[in-house]
């Protein structure tokens, strides 16, 4: 059945000269029929670059929100539309509004966890690979508004020493990975390094050995010598790590961290979105050109 349905995305793939995109946290057989997988910042690069006439984004809203903004004439797919980024939907574009009049002069980083509407209202984009390089990158004289994630800015703000102001979004997978949860795993596995996104509150940023993206954690499993990694993020990620760095051993924090959104993209939703061409992402012309601006200048970096 799973051969049917992966050679039936094949021949559609082809047909319609099509690029299947992937996000790490994906299932993992979602992620072996995607001709790319990798975090936010590798995905978007790769939307902007490509001659593909349709994208299928497998992730969630906005990482197929930022492929469309890159890329207005193409068809992009994401192939469940209830797949959205709870964090993502922590701010609104007015909220944002009303919060940029406290701090005159503000300059807004926003991390691409965010919808095309905030990123319209925001200077420039991050995401969770370069949000040290942005925030390092703004004027020195002016204030700074970091939205929606709270721990991703705060992470930010400690590497480059800069102050800024911090609207108060999380995202709920990442919530659920607790202090207690890297001490326990370090007392089994004493000799293993433990990598943690920088989604993750502060204390578990501290109690982990490094704060990494999803791409940043399969890079440094390909060149780490020990036996064991303790990995605290979406366990999608797993898959990959195995699948790439076979010679390590991978343990979750917890097992808790699991985004439900990511895991609604399946191969049967998959190959009925090609069939269809829908659901299709479409985007205001305004909206996603001032977007465009904020996500243009965090990829000229
Ligand atoms: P990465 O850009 O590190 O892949 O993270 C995306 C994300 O949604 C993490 O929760
Ligand atoms: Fe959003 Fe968190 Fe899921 Fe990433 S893991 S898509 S930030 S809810």
């Known amino acids: 059945m799973t051969d049917n349905l992966v050679e039936q995305i094949a021949k559609l793939k082809r047909e319609l ?91 807004v980083v926003c991390y691409v966890n965010s919808t095309a509407a905030v990123k319209a209202g925001s200077d420039i984009c991050c995401t969770s690979a370069n949000a040290v390089q942005v925030v390092e990158s703004m004027d020195k004289k002016r204030p700074i508004l970091f939205v929606p994630d709270q721990y991703l800015g705060h992470f930010a703000m400690r590497k480059t020493n800069r102050e800024m102001h911090l609207w108060p979004g999380y995202c709920p997978t990442h919530m659920k990975i607790g202090v207690e949860d890297v001490a326990r795993q370090r007392a089994l596995y004493p000799e293993a390094k433990v990598l943690v996104h920088p989604e993750c509150r502060p204390d578990v940023i501290d109690a982990a050995d490094e704060a990494l993206s999803t791409g940043g954690i399969i890079r440094y499993a390909g060149s780490y010598q020990g036996n064991h990694l303790i990995i605290g993020t979406e366990t999608g990620i797993l898959h990959r790590l195995r699948k790439e760095n076979p010679s390590v051993e991978y343990v979750p924090v917890t097992k808790r961290g699991l985004c439900p959104n990511m895991k609604l993209i399946t191969l049967e939703k998959v ?31």
Not at 281 to 287: G, S
């Open 271 to 301: 190959l009925w979105s090609m069939e269809e061409l829908k659901p299709q992402i479409d985007l205001p012309e305004d909206v996603r050109m001032r977007a465009l601006t904020a996500v243009e200048r965090m990829l000229a970096l």
């Open 17 to 107: 000269n099509a690029i299947i995109l992937a996000h790490n946290y994906q299932r993992g057989e979602v992620q072996d029929i995607a001709d790319l997988t990798g975090d936010s910042l590798e995905l978007s690069r790769k939307a902007a670059e490509t001659d593909a006439d349709v994208i299928v984004f497998c992730g969630v809203h906005f990482m197929a929100e930022t492929a469309k903004i890159l890329s207005p004439d193409k068809t992009v797919l994401l192939p469940d539309e209830e797949a959205g980024c709870p964090m993502a939907d922590m701010i609104t574009a007015k909220q944002l509004e009303q919060e940029k009049v406290k701090y005159p002069g503000v300059q």
